[in-house]
């Protein structure tokens, strides 16, 4: 073990992520390391030339269980006006099942990350997604609002593990410069997710009623447990586990939250997912109830978002390469920005479904191209402490994004105003925290 040092990011002079680990991948890679306290590090080797190649295979099985998140809460947003109706609630008690969800997703995430580089990726993955499937049966079974709140809670603690260990596979597999482009594939694949599942959650609706939606996310689950315990290989070296007691798990956070720019690309992401956010919670109500889109249509409202998100995950794996992490996030928070300005515009003149799908569809390819180089240029330096880097990144941006879809759909809403200023506003926090963390030259801590 060698010396705690000041952990220092591995970053290029312009401030791109991974650039100067060009050996990552092959036999090794002098990252964040492990101190005598068990805490990441600098200086130490991480061995990395035993990982596993993942394959096609394995890259499609992360990319279904990363969407552990979008499936669960994007499948059931056309029944959210139902499921008020049927418990007798108002907008915003059943807005607290996207919100109670968001919670326990950040809560797990901030867990999963720090049991991984202890234990390994796949027996603490395998542990969220029995939670998962047993959380979401029970959804289909709840007799009140409180119950389904409660369910969703625990839901979104077994599909914390989706995503937070997923990246990190990413990161253990593909080193920092892969990193990037891989999450941005990722992001496009997984896209699909939001994209068909308010389609075909429309569809159950109208057949079914809300609770086959619950039945076919429990499906999704155990499949995904099964082909994980199938396929996944392990992908963390026991070499490179460190200690997960609580003391060094703060410490770790402490190491990660004192560099500047681990610091401004979280809330880069925070902010790119809040505003999506603010679409999620606020869509069905301003789509079905307000422009008075049937449930089973919303769906294709919902793809069109999605479609711009792909087409900017896409344009990101094709660039990054080329043109580096901090330009991205720079182009796509401008994008975002111009056509979140748009969407206001829009809404405060006049309201109709293609005039808001527009700049919404825009506003997603700015985001597209912004969140998947957020997420690589915050964990992409910290080889040693990817999950506890990828576990601190969830956290935050699904804390603030539960406390603003809980004030969203505390508003009341009559028209599409108050989702379209709080998607600006998230656009503005966005372009603050690159400009004032991230931006070239700002690497130095």
């Given amino acids: 073990m060698s010396k705690q040092t000041p952990p220092q990011r591995h970053d290029d002079p312009a401030g791109n992520a991974g650039a100067g680990d060009a050996a990552d991948g092959a036999q090794?890679?002098?990252?964040?390391?492990?101190?005598?306290?068990?805490?990441?590090?600098?200086?130490?080797?991480?061995?990395?030339?035993?990982?596993?190649?993942?394959?096609?295979?394995?890259?499609?099985l992360l990319t279904a269980l990363t969407a552990l998140g979008p499936v669960s809460t994007d499948f059931y947003l056309p029944s959210l006006p139902s499921i008020a109706r049927y418990f007798t609630v108002g907008e915003a008690d059943a807005q607290l099942t996207?919100?109670?969800?968001?919670?326990?997703?950040?809560i797990a995430m901030l867990i999963y990350g720090p049991l991984s580089d202890r234990f390994g990726r796949k027996p603490v993955l395998l542990a969220g997604l029995?939670?998962?499937?047993?959380?979401?049966?029970?959804?289909?079974?709840?007799?009140?609002?409180?119950?389904?709140?409660?369910?969703?809670?625990?839901?979104?603690?077994?599909?914390?593990?989706?995503?937070?260990?997923?990246?990190?596979?990413?990161?253990?597999?593909?080193?920092?410069?892969g990193a990037s482009r891989v999450l941005s594939y990722?992001?496009?694949?997984?896209?699909?997710?939001?994209?068909?599942?308010?389609?075909?959650?429309?569809?159950?609706?109208?057949?079914?009623?809300?609770?086959?939606?619950f039945w076919v996310i429990t499906f999704y689950g155990v499949v995904g447990l099964i082909a994980t315990v199938a396929l996944l290989p392990e992908s963390h070296h026991p070499a490179n586990r460190v200690a997960a007691g609580p003391i060094i798990m703060?410490?770790?956070?402490?190491?990660?939250?004192?560099?500047?720019?681990?610091?401004?690309?979280v809330l880069c992401q925070t902010f790119s997912y809040?505003?999506?956010?603010?679409?999620?919670?606020?869509?069905?109500?301003?789509?079905?109830?307000?422009?008075?889109?049937?449930?089973?249509?919303?769906?294709?409202?919902?793809?069109?978002?999605?479609?711009?998100?792909?087409i900017g995950t896409i344009l990101s794996a094709r660039l990054t390469h080329r043109v580096g992490v901090d330009n991205m996030v720079r182009l796509g928070s401008t994008v975002a920005l111009a056509a979140s300005l748009v969407l206001v515009a829009i809404a405060l003149v006049h309201q109709s479904v293609p005039g808001l799908l527009a700049p919404l569809m825009?506003?997603?390819?700015?985001?597209?191209?912004?969140?998947?180089?957020?997420?690589?240029?915050?964990?992409?330096?910290?080889?040693?402490?990817?999950?506890?880097a990828s576990s601190l990144l969830g956290f935050l941006q699904m804390s603030v994004a539960a406390l603003i879809g809980a004030a969203l759909g505390q508003l009341q809403a009559q028209t599409a105003v108050p989702m379209t200023i709080a998607i600006l506003l998230t656009v503005i926090g966005l372009n603050v925290a690159y400009w004032l963390m991230v931006r070239p030259g700002s690497a130095a801590d």
């Avoid at 308010?198 to 057949?207: C, K, V, W, Y």
């Avoid at 505003?275 to 919303?298: A, M, Q, R, T, Y």
């Fill in 28 to 60: 090794g890679v002098t990252g964040q390391g492990v101190s005598d306290q068990g805490v990441p590090g600098q200086g130490d080797t991480v061995q990395r030339a035993t990982v596993p190649r993942f394959g096609p295979v394995a890259v499609v």
């Fill in 98 to 106: 996207l919100s109670a969800f968001l919670g326990g997703f950040a």
């Fill in 130 to 177: 029995v939670v998962f499937g047993l959380a979401s049966f029970a959804c289909s079974l709840a007799g009140s609002i409180e119950q389904l709140i409660a369910a969703r809670a625990l839901q979104a603690i077994g599909a914390g593990a989706g995503p937070v260990l997923c990246r990190a596979m990413v990161r253990d597999v593909f080193g920092a410069k």
């Fill in 186 to 213: 990722l992001a496009a694949a997984m896209a699909l997710a939001p994209a068909v599942g308010p389609i075909l959650g429309g569809f159950l609706q109208d057949a079914f009623g809300w609770r086959s939606i």
């Fill in 250 to 265: 703060l410490k770790t956070f402490g190491m990660l939250l004192s560099h500047r720019r681990y610091v401004g690309f």
């Fill in 274 to 310: 809040s505003g999506i956010f603010c679409f999620i919670s606020g869509s069905s109500f301003v789509f079905i109830d307000i422009l008075g889109v049937s449930p089973k249509h919303f769906g294709w409202c919902f793809a069109v978002f999605v479609i711009g998100y792909m």
């Fill in 362 to 388: 825009v506003y997603m390819i700015g985001i597209g191209i912004a969140s998947p180089n957020s997420q690589a240029g915050a964990i992409g330096p910290f080889p040693q402490a990817a999950g506890a």
